[in-house]
């Protein structure tokens, strides 16, 4: 990075615009320059100003840090980190501005612009504005590369790779901090390494290792923990658990084999019951299909009747059709005539129309043809008037104009004429008031010499009264000085006497307090409080106990209840499983029955039974008798009672399944709560063991004086014993406060004593200060009076050379002291007044040669503007008279008007009439078209009607000959026909009810035999309940095993996973241990809690590193020393090799004040180095007081200064030691300019 320029204007000081050009000379050339003038002047801000610019912030900023802030012209406060504090105070706007390169070799601006609201000085600060632009090779403007203060900061961090800190430690060297890094201790230099370099983040990473390393150990135990939590099985546990499963697994296999057999025997009931319900639906449905088929009986009639008819139907239906075709023809018929007739009518009107149309086009032309000539005669009449009418206008214009100029001069000669006599006036006063200036003609020329000895004689009168009113102040000080003396030496003598007293009264005290051995006493103390808390302990555990014994004894007896509760509700609920099986038994018998009921109700049993005939073999079974066709009734009651039978079974299975849930879960809550209680048991024995241990060992470490005994018997004898102790205890309470006041008031005694010395210790010291101070007043007494004395000489000098001047203004030296300003503008209005008299003078003279010549002028042009204008009216006149002659013929010629406007309306008049007659026209030839076409067909409509009237006659009298020949009624016959019902559908609907009948008989003809066939092969043996009880039993033992199974199934998975699951942990553990390893290795070499140990070694490598640095540089200073860091391997001392001295080692504190500002500058390098940005910054700023050295200390600093060239790098250095200055040749002046206000000045030989 490379500064290339710094500008600003009002910032603090440096209220003038300043530049500082880096590439211009004689800058651009001196590798070493000096920032100098007066303290105060402005030469640190313009440092500031090159921060501001660059990073929004500088060094006086940062460090002032978040105090007191200080008022601001608009009324608020300011912070005093406020970068806008810089801007000065009356100044509306500032700014700073540098020019740098950028670490792509790119040039760039950047800018900090500090504004007040709308321009004024008193105005609220507004934000700042950031601006960061490209450059060309010649400075000026590119492109705007960023705006806004945080995106320029960042962009500048970008571009310099700099944050402001890493900046103010390689280019700006504060002040004060040279030798800061010699004179720190080991701690504070250790401070300030990391304050400098930032190796703080060491002290982070040691903690965060150490934090690590504990994080890894605590995963490893919590994994081992975890591991140790869950429970796997042993390996017999195990092999008992397989073996019973397969066992039990074997057992319910047999049990299922007999379950089979009975569910078998359970459904052939089931099929007969089922068999039977499906009969009783055949018979239902037959009989509904005999009711449908009477319901059917009228439409089965009246079908007979009208396929009698069916085939007269198609000649019905086409006379029917012809009729329809011969009315709709006469209505279109009677239709066409009607719309003929109203088509001529409409031809007629239009006819007359056109005939109308024509006559007036023919009009209309006529009209067009008599007017064409006069039209053509007033045109070039028309043309003529508008040829000529310029012509007139611009003649009056130009007699108009002529006048208007005529009138100017004559109106401009009477002013000059006014003017003239004015100016004669005015010179003839200003002539006489220039007379009475006679005596004060050199006033203009001797005013500035005259306000000069007028703030002389100010200054030194303003001088002469301060030097008096300090003389007066001088003396009553130092009256008050010896004043105080006296006071002081009172106070002296009354501080001593105190002190003795107290002195005294602390020795009485402290004898007391050994005579009543205070230590003793409160050891005593301490030792019977611990007693009483002890006895306390025992106590609240003795009571504890016996609470808790008592609770134990009530939980057991209520649990022994419950016991008892709970065995009577599991003898109840299992004669409810009892019950609830045998009735499961009971309803499967019933399911049984009524799927063979179903069965036999079946529509093909129906179907099978209705088919079978008397002395007829069954298709199914080949027997000859058929006994359900005989008993269907007894079978239909017998399906009814197994339904009722099923229904209530299912009632009382629900109601006792309804009971056994409700007295489980019952069972369920006793048993819960009963092991709730058991566990409250247990707690309170284990708490009950607890008391008693720690009982014993309380009374075991206590000395008690009792014997050893148990907790129940205790509470009485401690009783007895904490009364004791309290009593003796209230008797040492006593000693130990009567002890305690006696040091309270010891020890505010020696309070006392310490304040009475120090209050001595003040008064002697401020006694001998008021001598110092009284002598230097008298000193600075003597002074002032041979300053007044010299100040009133000058006085007098001064007043010699005014008075005559003042005198001639009518003017004292009075009014010079009382009123001096009013001097000053007397003075001032005068010599204005003179000037303005002598310049008024002057140039009324000249204004009367001019308008003198002008007024010449004036009268030659009058004279010829009158003789113009005669000619002119002359011509315009004559113009006239034409233009009238041919205005007249052409209202003679033609008097309606404009011309084009009424050919216009002819000819439009001429064409809508044109246009009117040719519509008429095409609708007349449109009509006789639509004529054409209507008549057409009228015609056409006229022969259909004949061939539809001929063809319904032939029809009509084909129908009525086969009417006769049916021999049936018309009447009837119409009737049926026009019948819009169809006849396939009722046709089809008989049909289907017919078949639904037949089929509804052989279905229960079918069921029947079902029934009977199913009931031959039921085989005798148990019954259904019988068969239902032992399904049941089987059942339950099935489900017995299959729940037993289940839950050895259970642990062997619970096993599995918790197997899978220890392995998975190992896994983790083995990761934990590892990562603990690594971390415990890194945390014993750099991990510590608090972060000493890395930030030790750290600073201790960052102080070697910064060493070698410095002797890089102290060898281009000075090739006698050379730094050395302490033995030690955490140590941060330093040590110089002197080489003149055969390599002695000295201590950095022996060095003397030039040989202390070489390794001082050494270091102050080598920490702007320890960036490792050092060679990015070519210019580098020394801010450092350079006025506590010697002269040839000062040469020596100086002649390192001008090595530092050889380096590549500027140096600046910001100093107002005279002889600095002296060897610099390249200087920045900052000087002085009074009112506050400071310019810059770049001085220097090429």
């Known amino acids: ?180 890094f010699l004179r720190a201790d080991a701690r504070e230099r250790a401070e300030l390494l990391e304050k400098i370099t930032g190796v703080e983040i060491y002290a982070k990473l040691s903690q965060r290792v150490f934090e690590e390393a504990r994080e890894a150990q605590a995963r490893v135990n919590w994994l081992e923990n975890k591991r140790a939590e869950v429970g ?123 005939v109308a149309a024509q006559q007036r086009l023919v009009e209309i032309s006529l009209e067009n043809a008599r007017l064409s000539p006069i039209w053509l005669e007033a045109s070039r009449l028309d043309i003529a008037i508008q040829t000529l009418t310029p012509g007139v206008l611009e003649a009056r214009g130009a007699i108009n104009d002529r006048i208007k100029k005529l009138e100017e001069t004559r109106c401009a000669l009477a002013q000059g004429e006014q003017r003239r006599l004015e100016l004669l006036v005015e010179r003839s006063e200003l002539t006489e008031e220039l007379a009475a200036f006679a005596d004060l003609s050199k006033l203009s020329e001797q005013l500035e010499d005259i306000e000069r000895r007028l703030d002389a004689r100010q200054a030194l009168l303003a001088k002469s009264q301060q030097t008096l009113a300090q003389m007066r102040l001088l003396q009553e000080q130092i009256a008050s000085y010896e004043i105080d003396r006296e006071r002081l030496e009172t106070s002296e003598a009354h501080a ?15 004898h007391i307090l050994e005579e009543k051995n205070a230590d003793e006493i409160e050891e005593s103390f301490r030792e019977s409080l611990e007693k009483i808390s002890k006895i306390n302990v025992l106590l609240e555990l003795a009571t504890q106990c016996l609470e808790t014994k008592k609770e134990k004894n009530t939980i057991r007896q209520y649990r022994a209840a419950l016991m008892e509760e709970l065995s009577d509700i599991s003898e109840e609920l299992t004669k409810l499983k009892q019950r609830q099986e045998r009735q499961v038994l009971e309803d499967m018998e019933a399911r049984r029955l009524g799927d063979l009921a179903d069965a036999m109700n079946a529509p093909e049993a129906l179907r099978l039974r209705a088919s079978l005939q008397p002395d007829c073999a069954c298709p199914v079974c080949g027997s000859l008798e058929h006994v359900f066709t005989r008993e269907e009734s007894a079978a239909q009651q017998l399906v009814a009672a197994i339904s009722a039978k099923r229904e209530a079974m299912l009632q009382l299975i629900t109601q006792t399944g309804a009971e056994v849930i409700a007295r489980s879960a019952q069972e369920s809550a006793l048993r819960a709560e009963s092991l709730a209680l058991q566990r ?156 303005a008299l002598r310049h008024a003078f002057e ?24 003789q113009d204008l005669s000619l002119a009216e002359q011509a315009c006149q004559e113009k006239e008279n ?65 061939n539809a009237r001929k063809r319904y006659e032939d029809l009509d009298s084909t129908f009525r000959s086969s009417l006769i020949m049916s021999g049936l009624e018309a009447s009837l016959v119409q009737k049926i026909l026009e019948d819009d019902e169809d006849l396939f559908t009722l046709q089809a609907n008989i049909s289907a009810a017919k078949e639904t009948f037949a089929i509804t008989e052989s279905t229960r003809i079918a069921r029947l035999n079902d029934v009977q066939e199913i009931q031959k092969s039921l085989t005798g043996g148990l019954s259904r309940d019988q068969l239902i009880e032992r399904s049941e039993g089987f059942k339950h033992q099935i489900d017995s095993c299959s729940i037993r199974i289940g839950a050895l199934r259970q642990q062997l998975e619970t096993d599995d996973l918790a197997q899978a699951r220890v392995h998975d942990i190992n896994k983790d553990i083995s990761l934990a241990a590892a990562k603990r390893q690594i971390w415990d290795e890194i945390n014993e070499a750099i991990g510590s809690k608090s972060g000493d140990k890395f930030r030790r070694f750290a600073q201790s490598m960052t102080l070697e590193h910064l060493i070698v640095l410095a002797n890089q540089r102290l060898k281009y200073l000075t090739s006698r020393y050379v730094l050395e860091k302490s033995i030690e391997t955490d140590g941060l001392g330093i040590h110089v090799i002197d080489r003149d001295l055969g390599d002695e080692r000295r201590s950095t504190r022996s060095l003397s004040g030039g040989e202390r ?14 960036e490792g940005r050092d060679s990015f910054i070519d210019t580098l700023f020394i801010d450092e007081g350079f006025g506590s050295l010697d002269g040839a200390t000062l040469d020596i600093a100086i002649d390192a200064l001008e090595n530092l060239q050889g380096q590549g790098r500027r140096v600046g250095v910001i100093s107002h030691v005279e002889a600095l200055q002296q060897r610099i040749a390249t200087k920045i002046c900052v000087e002085r300019r009074g009112g506050g206000k400071s310019v810059v000045r770049v001085d220097g030989a090429l």
């Open 843 to 866: 140039s009324c003279n000249k204004e009367l040669f001019s308008l003198d010549l002008e007024i010449s002028s004036r009268l030659a042009q009058n004279f010829e503007f009158s």
């Open 680 to 835: 409250q048991e247990d707690d309170l024995s284990k708490k009950i063991i607890k008391s008693q241990q720690d009982f014993q060992n309380i009374f075991q470490s206590g000395c008690f004086g009792l014997e050893q005994i148990e907790i129940d018997q205790a509470l009485t004898p401690l009783t007895l014993l904490k009364a004791a102790s309290l009593e003796a205890h209230a008797q040492l309470e006593q000693d130990v406060k009567s002890v305690k006041d006696l040091r309270i008031l010891r020890d505010k005694l020696r309070s006392s004593f310490d304040a009475a010395n120090l209050a001595l210790a003040h008064t002697q010291e401020a006694r001998a200060h008021l001598s110092e101070k009284k002598h230097v007043k008298g000193v600075e007494q003597s002074r002032l009076s041979q300053l007044f004395s010299s100040n009133q000489d000058r006085l007098a000098e001064l007043d010699l050379f005014l008075n005559p001047i003042l005198k001639a203004c009518e003017l004292d030296r009075r009014a010079i002291e009382d009123t001096p300003t009013h001097v000053r503008q007397v003075l001032k209005d005068k010599a204005t007044r003179l000037l």
């Open 1 to 180: 990075m490379r500064i290339l320029a710094i500008r600003g204007a009002n910032l603090a000081s440096l209220a003038e615009p300043f530049v500082i050009d880096f590439e211009a000379q004689p800058l651009l050339s001196s590798g070493l320059f000096a920032i100098t003038g007066e303290t105060g002047a402005g030469k640190s801000t313009l440092l500031d100003a090159l921060c501001l610019a660059l990073f929004d912030k500088f060094p006086r900023v940062v460090s002032a840090g978040g105090g007191e802030g200080g008022p601001d012209a608009s009324g608020e406060t300011l912070t005093s980190g406020d970068p806008r504090i810089i801007l000065r105070r009356g100044a509306s706007a500032g700014y700073a501005e540098v020019d740098f390169v950028a670490r792509d070799a790119q040039r760039y601006r950047a800018r900090c612009d500090l504004l007040r609201a709308r321009g004024n000085a008193t105005g609220r600060l507004q934000n700042r504005l950031r601006s960061l632009w490209r450059l060309d090779a010649v400075g000026s403007s590119l492109q705007a590369v960023e705006t806004g203060i945080e995106p320029v900061n960042r962009r500048i961090i970008e571009l310099t790779d700099l944050t402001f800190e890493q900046f103010r430690r390689t280019a700006l060297l504060a002040q004060g901090d040279f030798d800061a």
């Open 496 to 510: 001593l006497a105190q002190r003795e007293h107290f002195l005294k009264e602390i020795h009485n005290y402290e």
């Open 232 to 354: 796997v099985l042993a390996e017999s546990a195990r092999a008992e658990i397989l073996c019973e499963a397969a066992e039990t697994l074997e057992r319910r296999q047999q049990c299922e084999e007999t379950y089979f057999v009975t569910q078998n025997a359970l459904r052939e009931l089931d099929l007969f019951d089922q068999a039977q319900g499906r009969l009783i639906i055949a018979q239902q449905a037959q009989e509904e299909a005999r009711r449908a088929l009477e319901v059917l009986e009228p439409k089965i009639a009246y079908l007979e009747i009208r396929q009698r008819f069916e085939p007269l139907r198609l000649n019905y239906l086409k006379a029917k059709e012809a009729e329809d075709v011969t009315l709709k023809l006469e209505e279109q018929a009677r239709a066409l005539t009607v719309e003929l007739e109203a088509t001529k009518e409409a031809q007629r009107k239009i006819q007359d129309q056109e």
């Open 882 to 946: 034409y233009l009238q002659k041919l205005k007249e013929q052409r209202i003679a010629v033609f008097s309606d008007g404009d011309i084009e406007l009424n050919r216009r309306e002819i000819e439009s008049d001429q064409c809508a009439a044109k246009e009117k007659r040719d519509l008429l026209r095409e609708q007349l030839n449109e009509l006789e078209k639509n004529i054409a076409v209507i008549d057409m067909q009228y015609m056409d409509c006229f022969k259909k009607l004949a």
């Open 1157 to 1170: 500002f070489l390794v001082s500058l050494a270091l102050a390098l080598a920490l702007a180095g320890l």
